[in-house]
Each structure stands twice: as structure tokens, then as C-alpha cells.
């Protein structure tokens, strides 16, 4: 037999794995499992109707309903387990659209206030591609982003300086090296206090950044593969955690492609902040900015006031928006 429910509380998600969620509450951290109405959500969505009073549960058609930092009602067992009930109405969501077939939302991380991509100048070089998508998701998410450029000890001269692109886009950068610690306090100053989102390429070293600002606060760390360049994946599950000088990390494990979720071509040059003030006097009120003639914002990028990664990407996914995927 079950244990008597005893009592219904709040709290905030912090861990998930293989479908149990660890939700810290104001009296202790219980394992819960979600509520079976929410599963049938999750498992058919296309044929969930019926289930559309799950509460807020937001966007019922995700993968998943529930993600960590998400602030959920739980009843709880005696002991220290517990059911997930509802969801409580999102401030914010980095999301995209789920690796596979079927055209559904993965919510990576719900409520943080900000998002730190974390880059590395090399070893991987960065896939500035990706960071823009990621840019992109954090503007249509309600994150506000910013850049930390790691392993700044490895940058040699030549390099393309890729603080200075984006801080020439208005974006905040944080170059920073986990084995030098520079930029280290200057992010520990900027988690203080908040919800912040980490998300990059595997091998970018933000495990390291975090075990730099606080020791064990990353999760494991493991070589970069010497032959590839490239890391493996070595965060298994996505957790939060808890700042020693106040706030919470939410780590993601490194993100390998990147596509954008309930984003319409339409408005994705408004999600690039850089770009939002050449966007009014084209010719054609519907202009792609692609190839039109009088296109402002190609003006733009001509008088070099628009920078050309920056617009390359926009074309990249303006074509993969209007493309349908
Ligand atoms: N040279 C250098 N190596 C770093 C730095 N930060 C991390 N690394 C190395 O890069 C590899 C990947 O780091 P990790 O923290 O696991 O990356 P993650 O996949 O983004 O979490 C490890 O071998 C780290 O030792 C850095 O600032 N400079
Ligand atoms: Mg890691
Ligand atoms: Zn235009």
C-alpha cells in the first residue's frame, strides 16, 4: 500500500534522471515521479485533448512538460518521495525543437534569468553558428544572454576576436580560463544572486568554470579527446545547483546541434538585438532581408554597421525557418 499523501507544497526542480525529479522544497529535497495525467501528455501528445486541463503545464506538446527550474506543486508521501501535479506559469525557457522526427519542444531550462553561453577560443573552436542560435533562443525565451569566452589561455595571435564581434553587437562577454582563473570572479560575480543557464558545446569547459568558482559545484570533468578536438559528453543528467554566495546554476550537458523551437521567420530578425534598428526602411514591408533590393539592413551590412557572422547566421536560419525545419 501507498503511504497516506500527507500535504501539497511548491518547490523548484533541480535534477531529472531516467524520469524521477529531485524538487527542492522549503522543507527538504523530495524524488518525485510525474502525476500519470501528466505522462499520457507527454507520451501522446498530438492526441491529448482531453488532457489540455493538466493545469499550466504549459506547451503540452514538449517532450517534456516538466524541466529543470521549473517551480511545480508536489503532494508529497510520507518520507521523501513525492508527485508532480502541476507546473507553475514560466517566467522564461531556453527551448528547442527535440533532436528526432516529430516536430516537438524540449524545454532545456525553465526560469532562469539569464543565459551564459559558454564558448571556448579553441580546442573546440567555437561554432559561432550555434552560439547565435543559442542568442536567438535565449531572445525569444525571455533570457537575457551573456557570452563567456573560455579558455582565453589558448588564444594566439590571429585569432578572430570574437569578443570584440559580439561586444560590438551590444552583448555582454566574459573572457575567462578555468585554468588561469581569469574572468572567474567576474562570473561569480555575475551568477550572484540569480538563475542563471549554462549552455555550450561539450568540451567548452563550463564544468571546469563552474568547479573554478566553486569547488564541486561542476560535475565531472574528463579529457577533451586529443585526436578530435572534441569533447565527449560526460554531464549525464541536467541538475541544478546552489551558489555558496546565493543564486542557482542550471548545467546543461554540451549541446551539439541547436534548432530553433516557435520561432517564425517573420520574427527573427527582431531576436537579433543587433539588427532590430536597421529593419524599418526597406522597400518591401515583408522583406527577407536576403535578397531584396533597398534592403536596409543589407545597407547596413555594407556600411559595415551590421557584422557579417552575425548576418551570415541570420541567413542560415532564415533559410532552415522558412525551410519548414
Ligand atoms: N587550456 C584550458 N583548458 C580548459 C579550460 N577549461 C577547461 N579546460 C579543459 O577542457 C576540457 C573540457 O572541459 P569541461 O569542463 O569538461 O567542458 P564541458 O564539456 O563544457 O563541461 C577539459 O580537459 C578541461 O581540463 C581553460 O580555461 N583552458
Ligand atoms: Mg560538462
Ligand atoms: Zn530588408
Not at 42 to 48: A, C, F, G, H, N
Not at 122 to 136: A, E, K, S, T
Not at 143 to 154: E, F, G, M, S, W
Request: charged share 25%; with cysteine; hydrophobic share 40%.
Amino acid at each position: 500500500m501507498r503511504a497516506a499523501i500527507v500535504k501539497s507544497t511548491e518547490g523548484i526542480v533541480i535534477r531529472e534522471h531516467r524520469g524521477v525529479f529531485d524538487v527542492e522544497t522549503g522543507h527538504g529535497i523530495f524524488a518525485c515521479a510525474l502525476r500519470s495525467r501528466m505522462k499520457k501528455a507527454l507520451i501522446y501528445p498530438e492526441r491529448d485533448n482531453q488532457h489540455h486541463s493538466v493545469e499550466q503545464v504549459g506547451r503540452i506538446d514538449a517532450v517534456n512538460p516538466v524541466a529543470i527550474g521549473d517551480r511545480v506543486r508536489v503532494v508529497e508521501d510520507q518520507g521523501e518521495t513525492g508527485a508532480i501535479e502541476e507546473v507553475l506559469p514560466r517566467r522564461s525557457k531556453l527551448s528547442r525543437l527535440a533532436p528526432g522526427k516529430r516536430r516537438v519542444e524540449q524545454i532545456m531550462i525553465a526560469n532562469a534569468d539569464h543565459l551564459v553561453a559558454v564558448f571556448s577560443v579553441r580546442d573546440p573552436r567555437p561554432n559561432l553558428q550555434l552560439l547565435d542560435r543559442l542568442l536567438v533562443a535565449a531572445e525569444a525565451g525571455n533570457l537575457a544572454p551573456v557570452i563567456c569566452l573560455n579558455k582565453i589561455d589558448l588564444s594566439k595571435d590571429g585569432d578572430p576576436d570574437i569578443a570584440e564581434i559580439y561586444e560590438r553587437c551590444g552583448f555582454r562577454v566574459i573572457p575567462a580560463s578555468a585554468v588561469t582563473r581569469e574572468g572567474v570572479d567576474l562570473l561569480k560575480a555575475t551568477l550572484r544572486n540569480r538563475v542563471s543557464a549554462i549552455a555550450g558545446p561539450s568540451g567548452a569547459g563550463k564544468t571546469s568554470l563552474l568547479n573554478a568558482m566553486q569547488p564541486g559545484l561542476g560535475l565531472r570533468v574528463r579529457e577533451v579527446n586529443r585526436t578530435t578536438g572534441r569533447g565527449r559528453h560526460t554531464t549525464t543528467y541536467l541538475a541544478a545547483h546552489r551558489l555558496d554566495a546565493g543564486g542557482l546554476v542550471i548545467d546543461s550537458p554540451g549541446i551539439r546541434e541547436f534548432s530553433l523551437w516557435d520561432v517564425s521567420p517573420r520574427e527573427l530578425p527582431e531576436l537579433f538585438p543587433d539588427m532590430r534598428g536597421h529593419l524599418a526602411g526597406c522597400r518591401f514591408h515583408d522583406c527577407t532581408h536576403v535578397h531584396e533590393p533597398d534592403c536596409t539592413l543589407r545597407a547596413a551590412l555594407s556600411a559595415g554597421a551590421v557584422s557579417r557572422e552575425r548576418y551570415d547566421s541570420y541567413v542560415a536560419l532564415r533559410k532552415e525557418l522558412d525551410g519548414g525545419r
